[in-house]
């Protein structure tokens, strides 16, 4: 791994704290709407709870459970996760908290695609241009610690959409 400025780390956690303190925790019944016992224990584990106060443990359990959460959950917990990151970039939460936000979808029929593309255009909905802003600089950051480029398709399929939706403020 490319070692990153410590300075570089905590000002971007600063800048997440800062564009994220507005947001409001999402009401109980809409932290992972979906019904199946996976969401069921996303559900228990992350209502009423600050992002601000998850433990280690669990960032690192449920590593890969920001695709269940509802776009308000999303955006509400995708700091936690980011801030978890940036303390450990070689880590699972890591990687799939850059894939929560790379734009991706398969090419099967047209109406899948759409709807795919709607998934994806829904996660991002509520979010404001600044907390846009500090998701390219979390891609950026991840793309420059990554001395392996795993990480290059999805950091630029995510910039890339990130950066359209910031073009429309
Ligand atoms: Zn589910």
Redesign the pocket.
């Known amino acids: 791994m490319n070692p990153i400025p410590t300075q570089r780390i905590a000002k971007l956690k600063e800048a997440i704290a800062l564009s994220f303190a507005k947001i409001s925790h999402p009401a109980p019944n809409n932290i992972?709407p979906?019904?199946?016992e996976?969401?069921a224990e996303a559900r228990e584990t992350f209502i009423q709870k600050d992002w601000r106060m998850l433990s280690s443990d669990v960032m690192e359990g449920h590593f890969d459970q920001l695709s269940?959460l509802s776009p308000e959950a999303f955006q509400f917990f995708l700091p936690a996760f980011m801030c978890f990151s940036l303390d450990h970039l070689d880590s699972p939460t890591c990687e799939f908290t850059v894939y929560a936000l790379a734009f991706n979808y398969t090419r099967k029929t047209k109406e899948e695609t759409d709807r795919q593309i709607e998934w994806w255009d829904s996660r991002f909905s509520l979010f404001e241009k600044d907390q846009l802003l500090v998701l390219i600089n979390f891609l950026d950051l991840v793309k420059d610690s990554d001395d392996r480029n795993y990480f290059q398709d999805e950091v630029q399929r995510g910039k890339h959409h990130i950066e359209l939706l910031v073009s429309k403020y």
Request: net charge negative.
């Open positions: 992972a979906h019904q199946c996976e969401c269940l």
